[in-house]
């Protein structure tokens, strides 16, 4: 009799340690819906083509391919066979494969689906994904990513909210961590120095390596990549991220002469806006060494890290977390012009992590309305609005940016909001919001000291 087991790297999940996951999610939901994020779910099953080319020459290689189903071999080329060419064989007998994360998924969705879509799109997806990547503790064949998402708007303001996001997740599980942030642009300032567009890439995969084998290790490693040019970048690069202050670096960065171009320029201007958003939060750190190796981030990337005190010394597990703006991933489906920005929660991480720390999860009640910024100083007062009123239950979500009016009530009806909280000139002037039900059209206007009073009551 066959004794039964488990594939390498897979896990079952007993009623006792599904309902301890299930509570972490539905923090995150209740997180992800106080925002207005809407769920979907997309298959396991993914066309190769629709997955390869879009992770790197590494993450193509971790891809699971599924064999065609049937005598897959009788439409093979003998030579194939013959001579064992894994390259020319694959696509001749495996033409589809497990999904590796929930973005590309997401990219194709939105494509397939874009007449049916209100954007912004701002979705959640909670789902398994695969990598055929060696397992360890922290590390799986198959394991959850929770995703959150924003399609089709290309503001800061939706990096800021995914910041937050993160720590309002993490406060709730009362896990401490540090949210570490970058924008590709730096990184690409580095470029010249490197010779070529693919020396380039290897040094971004080499850095990326940093967490797992530290300053000495990527050192060895661009040694070993051909790369020794680039050791003294990375030295530079070291030296600036060990400063312990955001407008330090920022110092540092200019006063490189080898790097100063419009990349840099770019860069610097967007972390600076970021950073006037979300630098108020303690857990938010600028970290030069945040390359993130995946090939299709353009803009800003996110990188959580526990820091909790109460966590063993020796307990090390990776990030927790992790996203950025990708400006081009649509595109490769043939719908240009569509920017997309989102970050994942690496839920068996969370898990394992809280298990150490014995920690449980809550849920709240829900309810909702939309912020209407009318001009760009009313940006941070709807932001910091938003964050006082989640406080207390309320789901908000700021519009991201500064358009017309029409433009953001459209979105809030297509969304089915039922109050538009509006910040123009006069009732930034008068310290007031009108406030629009959507349900019957009536609005009035209202102290801001009175907003949760009104929503509380409505």
Known sequence: MQKPSLPSGTRDFG?????????????????????????????????LATLQGKYGDEGDQLLFKVLNSGEYLTKVNPESLDNINYAELTPQIASRGLRYDLTVPLARFVVMNRSTLS???????????????R??????????????????????LSEAELVE???????????????KINHRKVLDSFLP????????????????????????????????????????????WCDLAEIDNFQGIINGLSSIEVIQNEHLQQGIVALKELWGLVGGFPQVKLD????????????????????????????????????????????????????????????????DTLEILNSGAIQKEESGVIICPMLVEAETVA????????????????????VKLKKQLDYANSTRQRFALILGDSELRNGTVSIKDLKNGSQEEISQDSILNFLQNA
């Open 165 to 179: 996001m993160y720590i309002d997740v993490f406060t709730s599980l009362d896990l401490g961590v540090e949210v």
């Open 383 to 402: 932001f910091n609005m938003a964050r006082e009123l989640r406080k207390q239950g309320i789901v908000v979500e700021v519009y991201p940016g500064s």
């Open 193 to 236: 120095l490197a010779g070529s567009q693919d020396a380039w890439n290897s040094f971004m995969q080499a850095i990326d390596k940093f967490d797992k084998i530290g300053r000495e290790g990527v050192s060895n490693e661009l040694d070993q990549r051909g790369l020794t040019h680039m050791k003294s970048a990375w030295g530079m």
């Open 288 to 351: 030069l060494r945040l390359a993130r190796g995946l090939s299709y981030y353009t803009g800003c990337v996110f990188e959580v890290v526990t820091n909790d005190s109460r966590l063993p010394k020796d307990f090390k597990i990776g990030s927790i977390g992790g996203g950025g703006r990708y400006d081009n991933l649509t595109g490769i489906f043939g719908l240009k012009d569509v920017s997309g920005v989102g970050v994942s929660f690496g839920l068996d991480r969370i898990f």
């Open 15 to 47: 009623p006792e340690v599904y309902q301890k996951r299930k509570s972490i999610m539905n923090v995150m939901e209740r997180v992800f819906k106080l925002h207005g994020f809407v769920g979907i779910e997309t298959p396991a099953l993914e066309n």
């Open 119 to 133: 954007f912004p799109f701002k979705r959640f997806q909670m789902q398994p994904v695969w990598r055929a990547d």
């Open 135 to 156: 397992p360890q503790k922290g590390r799986y064949r198959e394991f959850w990513q929770c995703d959150v998402d924003i399609v089709g708007a290309n503001h800061l």
